[in-house]
Structures are given as C-alpha cells and as structure tokens.
C-alpha cells in the first residue's frame, strides 16, 4: 500500500516540515511501520507490535511517499491493513525528530503560527486513525515526544515566543556586556549605552588632544634644530594631522639642520655669481633645505634668476 507520510504544507499544529530536510538513511536500515506511534516497552503482551515494514521509501517532489509491507502473520496488523482496504483508514503519520528548527521569514507560509521545521530525522512511520492533518506527524525532540498540540510547545515553539525569548536573550546579553543584571530593562540599557557613548567621546577627545601635543612636539623640535622654518610649521602640521604621526616623523628626517647644509648662500654671495650655474635643482635642494626665503630676503636678483630657471619665468 502506498502513502504519502509528509510534505511542507503547514500542518494542524501551526508548523511545516521542509520534506528536503528530511533525513532518511538511519530509517531505511530499520524501516518500521507502528499502530499510532505505539512503541512496545515490553511491559504488556497487548502493547501493539510493530505492524508492518516501510519500502520503496523516496521524494516526489514535495512529498516523502513509501509503501508498507504489513506482516501478514500478526493478527492486529491484519486488521488495519484491511481497514486501509476498506477505506476506513487512509492517514498514515511520520514520526520525526527534530534538528534544526528555523524563524527564516523566507520559509514560513500563511497560517504558519510556529517555527519550520528545517531539518529532521524519520523515525518511525506510523498508521493512524486521525491525523494532524494531510501531512499527520509525530515529532520527537530527545526523549521527548509530543502528546497533542499543546505538548508540540516545547518541541516546535510559536514564533512570537521564540521571537520574544529571542529578544529576551539578546537584552541580556547586550546587559551582561555592559556589567548590568539579567533582565536589566530596556531603561537601564540605554542609560548604560548614552554613558558609554559619553566615555568615548571624552577617551577620543583626550586622544586627539594628546596626539596634537605629540604633533606640536615634534615641530617645535623641528624648528629648534632649524630644520623647519616657522613659515613651514603649518603645513607640516597639516601633514602630521592628515596623515599621522609616522608620516609627519619621517617628513622631518628628511630635513637637515640648516647649519649642516651646504653653503648655497655662501656660493652665491661671491663676487663673480655669473660663475655660479643657477639650475632648477638648485632651487629644489633650497627649498628642501629651507633656504629660499633667506636667498629672498638677503639676495633678491638671484632669487629671481633662479626662480626663472625654475619655472621659466
């Protein structure tokens, strides 16, 4: 006989089954069939006996279908495989246990009430008088395993619950991060969260006024050893801040003390400067050195002259 056991349609208990997520390996290797998810325990000779066998077990389509062997050689067994015969029964019911639950908006259907069931593992199929609905199931969770619909809540949550203790975990989570107590209201974290904010704001002040005071530091420097003029000052410090501290720090090394240069002014100021080849290179090492303003103030025709060679001017 031939059965369809699940498909994703949502059932009777809010929730949906995703039938791809339905494992089937461990079942094929013991494929019992039981009379309303009866397991006997071995306690009673009229516990209900395993009534038949699952074969030809596979997905079409959406639905898990499989055909059942009943032993013909169990009088209980006989009787409710005729009652399929007859017509009288027509469900079967696919004992599940649950491995993965899901809150994906893209995975819940109109109705949907409870969480979907995205993976599972078949454990026993089951004829049934009266199914959950179209798609009857049983759900196992451990060594739990659902009564009615009620029962189903601690296998398969709502989904406002879950979304709710969702929150709630999350709120106290956000608490313990921020050293309050569980279930601190929303107040009190937000509270928590504006202080925070506010120490942050005061640390990333305090940083960037001593890292000013680094800066300031580091062309006072500069300009004591005369490696930078203080006409120079505020574009490096434009550097320093632009670009950090490393960035200004080897700008500088590259200056040298204006006593160590050589002496361009001093070549220049000899008697015969129409001697002295005026280049383009010269006034790029000047103004590497920081000597052109001197040149301009102390010698103004041969800064001219090598401002036109420099620039063709």
């Known amino acids: 006989?031939?059965?369809?056991?699940?498909?994703?349609?949502?059932?009777s208990y809010g929730s949906r089954v995703m039938t791809a997520g339905i494992e089937t390996e461990q079942y094929k290797r013991n494929p019992i069939v039981l009379w309303m998810h009866s397991r006997p325990y071995g306690m009673s000779e009229s516990e209900p006996l395993p009534i038949g066998k699952m074969t030809n077990l596979r997905v079409v389509e959406d639905r898990l279908i499989g055909t059942i062997e009943f032993d013909d050689k169990d009088e209980f067994a006989k009787k409710i495989k005729s009652k399929y015969e007859s017509?009288?029964?027509?469900?079967?019911?696919?004992?599940?246990?649950?491995?993965?639950?899901?809150?994906?908006?893209?995975?819940?259907?109109?109705g949907q009430r409870r969480m979907t069931i995205k993976r599972s593992k078949l454990r026993e199929v089951s004829c049934v008088d009266i199914g959950a609905n179209d798609d009857s199931l049983r759900l196992y969770y451990g060594d739990k395993m659902n009564e009615n619909a009620e029962g189903i809540d601690s296998i398969v949550p709502l989904?406002?619950?879950?979304?709710?203790?969702?929150?709630?975990?999350?709120?106290n989570e956000v608490a313990k991060q921020l050293n309050l107590?569980?279930?601190?209201?929303?107040?009190?974290v937000i509270d928590a969260i504006v202080k925070l904010q506010e120490e942050n704001k005061k640390l990333k002040q305090e940083r960037e006024q001593e890292r000013e005071r680094?800066?300031?530091a580091m062309l006072d420097m500069a300009i004591n050893e005369k490696r930078l003029s203080k006409e120079q000052r505020e574009t490096f410090a434009l550097?320093?801040?632009?670009?950090?501290?490393?960035?200004?720090?080897?700008?500088?090394?590259?200056?040298?003390?204006?006593?160590?240069?050589p002496k361009i002014n001093d070549l220049l100021k000899k008697e015969k400067k129409e001697e002295i080849e005026l280049s383009a290179e010269m006034w790029d090492k000047m103004d590497r050195e920081g000597t052109l303003l001197s040149l301009k103030q102390s010698d103004r025709e041969t800064y001219d002259k090598l401002f036109a060679v420099k620039f063709g001017k």
Do not use: H, Q
């Not at 006989?1 to 059932?11: A, C, D, L, R, Y």
């Not at 989904?159 to 709120?171: A, G, P």
């Not at 490393?246 to 006593?259: I, R, S, T, Y």
């Open 239 to 261: 550097i320093g801040k632009t670009n950090g501290e490393e960035v200004l720090k080897n700008a500088l090394k590259e200056l040298k003390p204006a006593a160590e240069l």
């Open 159 to 171: 989904l406002s619950d879950y979304k709710n203790n969702k929150k709630d975990k999350e709120m």
């Open 181 to 188: 107590a569980d279930k601190a209201s929303e107040r009190e």
């Open 1 to 11: 006989m031939e059965v369809v056991i699940s498909t994703s349609k949502v059932n």
């Open 87 to 110: 017509g009288i029964l027509n469900m079967v019911s696919a004992g599940l246990e649950v491995v993965e639950l899901s809150d994906d908006p893209n995975l819940i259907l109109p």
């Open 214 to 216: 680094r800066i300031n």
